[in-house]
């Protein structure tokens, strides 16, 4: 069955960078294109950055621009974002889905930034 798998979450202060990975499984992975979403508590979950299927193409929340890279190695079903100059505001599950959400969410991976 479809399965996507997040991880690459933790702790990190302020300014501090992580990479996170999403791994998809029982899906032709590279011919969707997928999102990083993000769900701090309290707030609904919002769309962080997309990717195209062949990875030419992507786009960013203003929030996370020119901070954060979205990446993906079609060959190992696995996509990538790489989370520089971390803030406070970013601390929230990240979880990672095709662009309509259309697959059974995963389990997600916490980031938490703080002092």
């Known amino acids: 069955q479809v399965q996507l798998v997040e991880s690459g979450g933790g702790l990190v202060q302020p300014g501090g960078s992580l990479r996170l990975s999403c791994t998809a499984s029982?899906?032709?992975?590279?011919?969707?294109?997928m999102r990083w979403y993000r769900q701090a508590p309290g707030k609904q979950r919002e769309i962080v950055a997309t990717i195209s299927n062949g990875g030419g193409s992507t786009d960013y929340a203003d929030s996370v621009k020119g901070r954060f890279t979205i990446s993906r190695d079609n060959a190992k079903n696995t996509m990538y974002l790489q989370m520089n100059s971390l803030k406070p505001e970013d601390t929230a599950v990240y979880y990672c889905n095709d662009a309509w959400a259309t697959m059974p969410w995963g389990q997600g991976t916490q980031v938490t930034v703080s002092s």
């Open positions: 029982g899906t032709i992975f590279s011919i969707k294109p």
